[in-house]
T-cell receptor, first 113, second 113 residues
Framework: KAGVTQTPRYLIKTRGQQVTLSCSPISGHRSVSWYQQTPGQGLQFLFEYFSETQRNKGNFPGRFSGRQFSNSRSEMNVSTLELGDSALYLC????????????FGPGTRLTVL | GENVEQHPSTLSVQEGDSAVIKCTYSDSASNYFPWYKQELGKRPQLIIDIRSNVGEKKDQRIAVTLNKTAKHFSLHITETQPEDSAVYFCAASISTGGFKTIFGAGTRLFVKA
């Protein structure tokens, strides 16, 4: 099976702009979770989607949003970018039926200038 | 809110020695505890996991223990090798109406040859 893919791999934006990141899960996986990774902070949970529904959300402001399509592909959007949004954004997919291994994508490196 | 504390943040050992990483979680509803290894520039990958109904699990040189009463879980790596050098993340997953995985801040392990 093909692994989790994310596009784009790198992005440079300026403050105030918005950005959309994309994640394609492993075929057959219905759960997609998004994480923000910054040095020293580990992976911060953003949200989890399953069958086009957001089931869980982390403690991020409303500028961070996401959605999932019927083919399980997911997008996350960050509006009104701030310098502190610079990070590696990782998505991970799993079957979604029971707690289990999450398979991570390579991430999107976002730099906000 | 949910929190996972991980110690130490940095660990340096001699090749062949053992390494121990400890984590504490706050939400008693957590029922799944994975450990991920992230090498430099790569995506996190699962190395071992344990569910809340099990106290200990071993896979070759790696073992994980869980103390639900104390909300502690630990990773033990024996006979460390230079290729074990990486950042290790513990996590606690809650599965109530979906999945929410909270990660620790990570431990950077250096194995000196």
């Amino acid at each position: 099976k093909a692994g989790v893919t994310q596009t784009p791999r790198y992005l440079i934006k300026t403050r105030g702009q918005q950005v959309t990141l994309s994640c394609s899960p492993i075929s057959g996986h219905r759960s997609v979770s998004w994480y923000q990774q910054t040095p020293g902070q580990g992976l911060q949970f953003l949200f989890e989607y399953f069958s086009e529904t957001q089931r869980n959300k982390g403690n991020f402001p409303g500028r961070f949003s996401g959605r999932q399509f019927s083919n399980s592909r997911s997008e996350m959007n960050v509006s009104t970018l701030e310098l502190g949004d610079s990070a590696l954004y990782l998505c991970a997919s799993s079957s979604g039926t029971i707690s289990g291994e999450q398979f991570f994508g390579p991430g999107t490196r976002l730099t906000v200038l | 809110g949910e929190n996972v504390e991980q110690h130490p943040s940095t660990l340096s050992v001699q090749e062949g020695d053992s390494a121990v990483i400890k984590c504490t979680y706050s939400d008693s509803a957590s029922n799944y505890f994975p450990w991920y290894k992230q090498e430099l520039g790569k995506r996190p990958q699962l190395i071992i996991d344990i569910r809340s109904n099990v106290g200990e699990k071993k896979d070759q040189r790696i073992a994980v223990t869980l103390n639900k009463t104390a909300k502690h879980f630990s990773l033990h790596i024996t006979e460390t090798q230079p290729e074990d050098s990486a950042v290790y993340f513990c996590a606690a997953s809650i599965s109530t109406g979906g999945f929410k995985t909270i990660f620790g801040a990570g431990t950077r392990l250096f194995v000196k040859a």
